[in-house]
């Protein structure tokens, strides 16, 4: 900060050194929240606002999934384009469907409940692998559920980074593989990542 110019008189003086130092508290407050938040974002603190723990990861670049028609466990097949509809939930597991299968159809389940409104713009598909499957069970807990029986659905199943792990993974009404949740994900950030795709999309 420059001193205030020796001509001017003591009164004068004050009053610009008073002035001064106001645009420069201003100054600082203006811009020391910005240094704070470049600091914090890039620096060596590595914070980042948008990183919360029981979200989604990335699928980048998102993944196109094969189209074909699959075999559904009441009879029938789906259509080939089945998943280019909705925004689909799919999850892959053992069709005899134990217990990491059942907490994570029940979870998948509320999710799309707690969408409300929107929730008939997402889908939910289990393809099951193996022995197939738990009819009784699927039926009575999960009647709105798509059950794929993986026979012929190497080329799907093969898409899927460790499919059968307890991964749930999400598809856009593209047919594009964009985002998973790992075994041990929170439903809650599921389903607050869907509520903003939901939001942001006009598709599907």
């Known amino acids: 900060m420059s001193l205030p110019d020796p001509r001017l008189s003591a009164p004068d003086a004050r009053r610009e050194w008073r002035q001064r130092r106001l645009l420069v508290g201003l100054a600082v407050l203006f811009f020391a ?25 990335l699928v980048e670049p998102p993944r196109e999934l094969p189209s074909e028609a699959l075999p559904l466990l009441g009879g029938g097949s789906t259509d080939a384009h089945f998943l280019q509809v909705k925004w689909t939930l799919l999850y892959v597991d053992a069709g005899g469907c134990g217990e990491t299968c059942r907490r994570k159809l029940y979870e998948t389940r509320q999710v799309r409940i707690a969408l409300d ?5 997402v889908q939910r598909v289990f393809i099951a692998l193996g022995d197939c499957c738990d009819t009784e069970f699927l039926s009575r807990e999960h009647p709105d559920l798509i059950t794929v029986r993986a026979e012929q659905a190497d080329a799907l199943v093969t898409a899927l980074p460790e499919a059968g792990t307890g991964r749930v993974y999400v598809v856009d009404p593209h047919g594009n593989l964009m985002m998973y949740y790992a075994s041990d994900s929170a439903p809650k950030g599921m389903l607050e990542d869907i509520k903003r795709l939901l939001k942001l999309s006009h598709i599907g």
Do not use: C, E, I
Not at 33 to 57: D, K, M, T
Not at 117 to 121: E, I, P, S
């Open 33 to 57: 929240p910005v240094g704070v938040a470049f600091y914090l974002y890039y620096g060596a603190a590595g914070f980042s606002p948008g990183h919360r723990v029981n979200r989604g990861a």
């Open 117 to 121: 409104r929107d929730m008939t713009r």
